[in-house]
Antibody, heavy 120, light 106 residues
Framework: QGQLEESGPGLVQPSHTLSLSCAVSSGSVSDAAYYWSWIRQTPGRGLEWIGYFHSSGSTSSNPSLRSRVSMAIDTSKNQFSLRLSSVTAADSAIYFC????????????WGQGAQVTVSS | SYVLTQPPSVSVDPGETASLTCGGQDIGSKSVHWYQQRPGQAPVVVISHQGYRPSGIPERFSNSQSGNTATLTVSGVEAGDEADYYCQVWENARVIFGGGTKLTVL
């Protein structure tokens, strides 16, 4: 089935950029059958879709975050990444990377989640 | 924007049937997926729109949808089914999750 694993700083200062990576074991980020996605979760907002990046270069993101989000894949490391700029305390959340089937929009594989806190 | 509405909590006795609903405009015409999340863990697929259940998910979990309601049915509820359950659709070029239902086994 494979595995996804998030990594990155657990603490980010306000107004700075949050950066996370997701390592993919078993399978390739070049596989056109999948979108490589990011989702976050907070007690107040529940599960919130951030966006995806596809090996073709296509990308899509939540309109509420679009102006601050950038995503990419690194085929040499078989991983994908998220950058969220100008963060505030409202961006404190558990961030999940996930694999989404292109044809069904099913998130069939998730990372374990990374807690990110925005604080000075 | 499209909204999925789930009751915050559902409680059932062991062995009973739990019906977890997900409301949305014309959801019966959309592909609805369901996820289970236990405390401290990531969500996992419990059943896809097409009825796919990953290995380890028993046939006691089934799905249906019609009109403005999609339903996840858990038959013969067991203590191990206690978790949060989320519905999810793809709508207007974005992914939408419901707010989640906490299933409590009494």
């Amino acid at each position: 089935q494979g595995q996804l694993e998030e990594s990155g700083p657990g603490l980010v200062q306000p107004s700075h950029t949050l950066s996370l990576s997701c390592a993919v074991s078993s399978g390739s980020v070049s596989d056109a059958a999948y979108y490589w996605s990011w989702i976050r979760q907070t007690p107040g907002r529940g599960l919130e879709w951030i966006g995806y990046f596809h090996s073709s270069g296509s990308t899509s993101s939540n309109p509420s975050l679009r102006s601050r989000v950038s995503m990419a894949i690194d085929t040499s490391k078989n991983q994908f990444s998220l950058r969220l700029s100008s963060v505030t305390a409202a961006d404190s959340a558990i961030y999940f990377c996930a694999r989404e089937e292109v044809t069904t929009s099913l998130f069939d594989l998730w990372g374990q989640g990374a807690q990110v806190t925005v604080s000075s | 924007s499209y909204v999925l509405t789930q009751p915050p909590s559902v409680s059932v006795d062991p062995g009973e049937t739990a019906s977890l609903t997900c409301g949305g405009q014309d959801i019966g015409s959309k592909s609805v997926h369901w996820y289970q999340q236990r405390p401290g863990q990531a969500p996992v697929v419990v059943i896809s729109h097409q009825g796919y259940r990953p290995s380890g998910i028993p046939e006691r979990f089934s799905n249906s949808q019609s009109g403005n309601t999609a339903t996840l049915t858990v038959s013969g509820v067991e203590a191990g089914d206690e978790a949060d359950y989320y519905c999810q659709v793809w709508e207007n070029a974005r992914v939408i999750f419901g707010g989640g239902t906490k299933l409590t086994v009494l």
